[in-house]
């Protein structure tokens, strides 16, 4: 009887300890979301990416505009969204009311009901006072947050949705590297003390953007262990408070900043984190792995910043990666997300931050075009052409996997012409016509490729499907006319 009282009271502890565990992990993927962005040659069908959201217990998304392929897909899943309005949408926002009350009402109303889109924010641009926008959205962005939140109040969403504005960390600086002299920058003072005090007003939160990989990638000198979040013995001590981190320093220097503007208690939201897979050479899994290990253990013991201490909201940057992004930042733009292109995980990552060694869900349902590659042809006599050939390829395709300390950067000369021939050849559809190149290129059914260097075969998207059937309709047509 004795021992089977004691198997009894084990089994009702470990039922505990699991349900407990279960509560733990629900509490800290309620702080996390991700950035879910669509600039991508094939995008994977949004009721595919809802699903695999769902799957991983992803609760919150932030998105970049109200695209309607994507709201649709969210009608009903109770993930909290952060919808976006575009910077290239700011001027008209902002020069008319009625153009806010229209955009609310096209991108608002018309999902925001009950068993609709669960639409907590609404991000009034993006990153819009960056020094390299050279003050393009300085008048048109606090207008349109304005009339957005108008139009919000008379919509009756206003004590449900608020409104913001997704900032780069360069809105604020140091002037002595330690958290305790953050301000916002002198250019800009005015305008962020108004933003933030009608944030506040409006019970709303600052959104910030921190990337301590950007840190190191602009700083030749910056200290690599500093980037992550370990106890490392380089860090800053700040009358007391010590960092050992760039995130929290970075984080704290927004919250000094934020006090001396007198609303030392608006919330704060980290907009945007995370740190690339390729294009760099302090871009791959091993360091993005070890990246968000740190963070998802820190999201979970829930201890916040020196300054601000409890739980922080981050959205990790981003879900999928972006092969159509702009790389003037760096080859490594396109290289953000936690998945592959068609879905994948790419290293294990454990969302609860208790440090389990397992992989996400990956997206279920993706089709592929046919297993065929673009290859150099080795051949080919006349190369007269082939320098020209590569750059038209690549300016075309995606060729930031074969820069300095990428994951194709030791192919041969060879290998690297058949990646850029058949990053283009993919992007375009695997159309023939794209797999020429005057006779320097050809298509294989052999998998190209090498080593640790993927040379990737595209999904199946929509915009595919449509591609495909208009091109089996135009072929009907001309059948039939020539009948």
Same mark, same amino acid.
């Given at each position: 009887?004795?021992?089977?009282?004691?198997?009894?009271?084990?089994?009702?502890?470990?039922?505990?300890?699991?349900?407990?565990?279960?509560?733990?992990?629900?509490?800290?993927?309620?702080?996390?979301?991700?950035?879910?962005?669509?600039?991508?040659?094939?995008?994977?069908?949004?009721?595919?990416?809802?699903?695999?959201?769902?799957?991983?217990?992803?609760?919150?998304?932030?998105?970049?505009?109200?695209?309607?392929?994507?709201?649709?897909?969210?009608?009903?899943?109770?993930?909290?969204?952060?919808?976006?309005?575009?910077?290239?949408?700011?001027?008209?926002?902002?020069?008319?009311?009625?153009?806010?009350?229209?955009?609310?009402?096209?991108?608002?109303?018309?999902?925001?009901?009950?068993?609709?889109?669960?639409?907590?924010?609404?991000?009034?641009?993006?990153?819009?006072?960056?020094?390299?926008?050279?003050?393009?959205?300085?008048?048109?962005?606090?207008?349109?947050?304005?009339?957005?939140? *108008? /139009?919000?109040?008379?919509?009756?969403?206003?004590?449900?949705?608020? %409104?913001?504005? @997704?900032?780069?960390? &360069?809105?604020? =600086?140091?002037?002595?590297?330690?958290?305790?002299?953050?301000?916002?920058?002198?250019?800009?003072?005015?305008?962020?003390?108004?933003?933030?005090?009608?944030?506040?007003?409006?019970?709303?939160?600052?959104?910030?953007?921190?990337?301590?990989?950007?840190?190191?990638?602009?700083?030749?000198?910056?200290?690599?262990?500093?980037?992550?979040?370990?106890?490392?013995?380089?860090?800053?001590?700040?009358?007391?408070?010590?960092?050992?981190?760039?995130?929290?320093?970075?984080?704290?220097?927004?919250?000094?900043?934020?006090? *001396? /503007?007198?609303?030392?208690?608006?919330?704060?939201?980290?907009?945007? %984190?995370?740190? @690339?897979?390729?294009? &760099?050479?302090? =871009?791959?899994?091993?360091?993005?792995?070890?990246?968000?290990?740190?963070?998802?253990?820190?999201?979970?013991?829930?201890?916040?910043?020196?300054?601000?201490?409890?739980?922080?909201?981050?959205?990790?940057?981003?879900?999928?990666?972006?092969?159509?992004?702009?790389?003037?930042?760096?080859?490594?733009?396109?290289?953000?997300?936690?998945?592959?292109?068609?879905?994948?995980?790419?290293?294990?990552?454990?969302?609860?931050?208790?440090?389990?060694?397992?992989?996400?869900?990956?997206?279920?349902?993706?089709?592929?075009?046919? /297993?065929?590659?673009?290859?150099?042809?080795?051949?080919?006599?006349?190369?007269?052409?082939?320098?020209?050939?590569?750059?038209? =390829?690549?300016?075309?395709?995606?060729?930031?996997?074969?820069?300095?300390?990428?994951?194709?950067?030791?192919?041969?000369?060879?290998?690297?012409?058949?990646?850029?021939?058949?990053?283009?050849?993919?992007?375009?559809?695997?159309?023939?016509?794209?797999?020429?190149?005057?006779?320097?290129?050809?298509?294989?059914?052999?998998?190209?490729?090498?080593?640790?260097?993927?040379?990737?075969?595209?999904?199946?998207?929509?915009?595919?499907?449509?591609?495909?059937?208009?091109?089996?309709?135009?072929?009907?047509?001309?059948?039939?006319?020539?009948?």
């Amino acid at each position: 009887m004795a021992r089977r009282s004691q198997t009894v009271m084990l089994l009702i502890a470990l039922s505990a300890i699991f349900a407990l565990s279960r509560i733990v992990n629900a509490e800290t993927l309620s702080t996390i979301g991700v950035n879910w962005g669509t600039q991508m040659t094939h995008p994977i069908p949004p009721t595919i990416v809802v699903d695999m959201l769902k799957a991983n217990g992803i609760k919150k998304v932030k998105l970049f505009d109200a695209d309607d392929w994507t709201m649709s897909a969210l009608v009903g899943t109770d993930i909290e969204v952060m919808v976006g309005i575009p910077n290239a949408q700011l001027d008209r926002i902002s020069s008319k009311y009625s153009h806010a009350k229209d955009w609310v009402k096209n991108n608002v109303t018309q999902y925001f009901k009950d068993g609709g889109v669960n639409i907590k924010y609404v991000a009034v641009g993006n990153e819009p006072f960056l020094e390299s926008y050279n003050g393009s959205y300085l008048t048109t962005t606090f207008p349109a947050l304005q009339n957005i939140q *108008k /139009a919000l109040d008379e919509a009756g969403h206003g004590d449900k949705i608020k %409104v913001t504005v @997704p900032l780069n960390a &360069d809105v604020y =600086a140091s002037s002595s590297n330690t958290p305790s002299s953050g301000a916002f920058r002198s250019d800009i003072e005015d305008l962020m003390n108004q933003i933030v005090h009608f944030l506040k007003e409006k019970g709303s939160a600052f959104v910030v953007n921190i990337y301590p990989f950007l840190s190191l990638y602009q700083n030749a000198g910056f200290p690599v262990d500093y980037a992550f979040f370990g106890t490392g013995s380089r860090g800053i001590n700040d009358n007391g408070k010590q960092y050992t981190n760039v995130f929290d320093a970075n984080f704290d220097t927004l919250a000094w900043a934020l006090k *001396k /503007a007198g609303v030392p208690d608006l919330k704060i939201i980290v907009g945007e %984190v995370g740190w @690339p897979t390729d294009g &760099d050479k302090n =871009a791959n899994n091993d360091m993005a792995k070890k990246f968000y290990d740190g963070l998802l253990k820190k999201m979970a013991k829930k201890v916040g910043t020196p300054m601000r201490p409890g739980p922080v909201d981050v959205y990790l940057f981003g879900l999928i990666d972006e092969d159509s992004k702009s790389i003037l930042p760096g080859n490594f733009e396109r290289h953000w997300g936690i998945l592959t292109y068609d879905g994948k995980p790419k290293f294990p990552m454990d969302l609860s931050g208790q440090g389990n060694d397992k992989y996400l869900i990956a997206a279920k349902g993706i089709q592929y075009l046919p /297993a065929q590659w673009c290859v150099f042809n080795n051949e080919a006599k006349n190369l007269s052409s082939l320098s020209a050939d590569i750059d038209y =390829a690549c300016s075309l395709g995606d060729c930031t996997s074969l820069g300095y300390g990428s994951s194709c950067n030791n192919l041969n000369s060879e290998g690297n012409i058949s990646y850029a021939f058949n990053m283009y050849f993919q992007m375009s559809d695997q159309d023939v016509r794209a797999c020429d190149f005057r006779g320097l290129a050809k298509i294989v059914d052999r998998n190209a490729s090498q080593k640790d260097c993927l040379f990737p075969v595209q999904i199946i998207s929509a915009g595919t499907r449509t591609a495909v059937a208009k091109a089996m309709f135009l072929g009907l047509l001309a059948a039939l006319l020539f009948v």
